[in-house]
């Protein structure tokens, strides 16, 4: 990872919607939070290979909008790094909660997010449904529900 660089989108920088979409279905969707949400990127020398999007819900809680990591980089650990990094923005800047949604048919990724340290804290019932004008299938599953996951900062 010495070739790597973590670094914050800027104002007149491009938003990396290609990465973005990755983990969101359409732009219309990301366009909801990302002018309100600091974005982060991973670069690896030659291009971009992970991104997320953080929103402050409150004082107390910073959300992840979005996080990303392109598949030639999946399953090495480079998620859980991003994970570690949002939680070191996060505490550094004052937050106590960090909260992720994801789908209720996103069995891998509420596994990761309990791996690393939440628990789940609720359901955004029909969230998908109401806010996509298509249905959108994850495992063989229409998407309906957002389960919601926390991780205690003071931990």
Known sequence: ME????KKITSGMDIPYE????ADE???AIN???FDSSIYVLNDGFEDITVMALHP?????LEIKNIAVIESY???GIGSILIDKTK???RKNGYTTL???TSDTGFQQIKFYEKNGFIKKGIRKDFFTDNYPFPIYENGLQMRDMVVLAHDLSE
């Open 19 to 22: 990465l973005l979409l990755l």
């Open 99 to 101: 909260t992720v949604g």
């Open 32 to 34: 909801r939070y990302i």
């Open 88 to 90: 070191e923005i996060a």
């Open 3 to 6: 070739n790597f660089v973590f």
């Open 74 to 76: 999946r399953n090495r």
């Open 57 to 61: 819900n409150s004082n107390e809680e």
């Open 26 to 28: 359409t732009v219309e």
